[in-house]
């Protein structure tokens, strides 16, 4: 099979398909990768997501997702669009920009099957190919990073030339040979802006996130009830974090792009008050918001949380 014949099939089909940029890597261990996680966990910065400890070999080999892997193919979907709030004043919660939109882990997996199903109706009905959406052992950023997705910002995100960090990450891998890209210098130079920013001073050190500190861990996959310490850094934010992302310099000249199904909505259009949040029903959260990423935290756990900035906010006024 063709690899230059393949690749150029696979863009184009990504393009069609509204991702945002579409880059090839050599599916070969991640060595200098796992060595890095090891450490990241072994410091315990995973908190209570002892997930992350399973099937490391996996997480390191992608011939071990895929037999017979050649190829990663890296994906990005971007949800850039303008904020609607600016004041933490506003008694509206924050909801990290993502989590505005339909599940996204749908939305990419259907738009990565679209691109498997025409390559098995176009190319071979032999390609063995998995497509992969933030739900297995893929190290999604080293990958972004081989492939030229983007670099390794001093938050731990991907950052691009023209999207800064405004993306989610896709993976198809499959059994075939492609033309791989080259990775993309790093253009975060000497700048400290996420570090800075970071009220809970989650960013140890460049790239290295402790996720026990950070607030989108601290909203979303921390189990455990929060402090009233912990409520006040959360800065009023009720599920997931952007403070990082929006004092990036590359974000601010970011281009808009938006993947087709990631569209806001009407839920968050306006976003819900602190008291409207803290009332709702079980019922009526999850007739507003099925479907979407915030069904990962729960009615309870939003709700509760809610409850508790509401309940400093009028305290401290």
Known sequence: MDPLLLTRQIRQKAEELGFGACRFAKAEPLVEEARHLEEWLSRGHHGSMAWMEHYFDKRI??????????TVVCLMAGYHFQERWES????????AKYAQSRDYHKVLKKACHGIINHLHETISPDIHARAFVDSAPVMERAWAQRSGIGWLGKNGNILNRTHGSWFLLAEIILDQETIPDQPMQDHCGSCTACIDACPTEAIVKPSVIDSRKCISYLTIEH??????ETVKQLDGWLFGCDICQDVCPWNRKA?????????TREAFSPLPSLKEWSEFTEDTFFEQFQGSPLMRAGWQRLTTTARAINNLDRSIS
Not at 88 to 95: A, G, I, K, L, N
């Open 61 to 70: 080999d992608p011939t071990k997702l895929v037999e017979g892997a050649k």
């Open 88 to 95: 933490p004043q506003s008694r509206v919660p924050r909801v």
């Open 223 to 228: 189990k455990q009830e929060l402090s009233n």
């Open 255 to 263: 281009v808009p792009h938006r993947m087709p199904g990631l569209e």
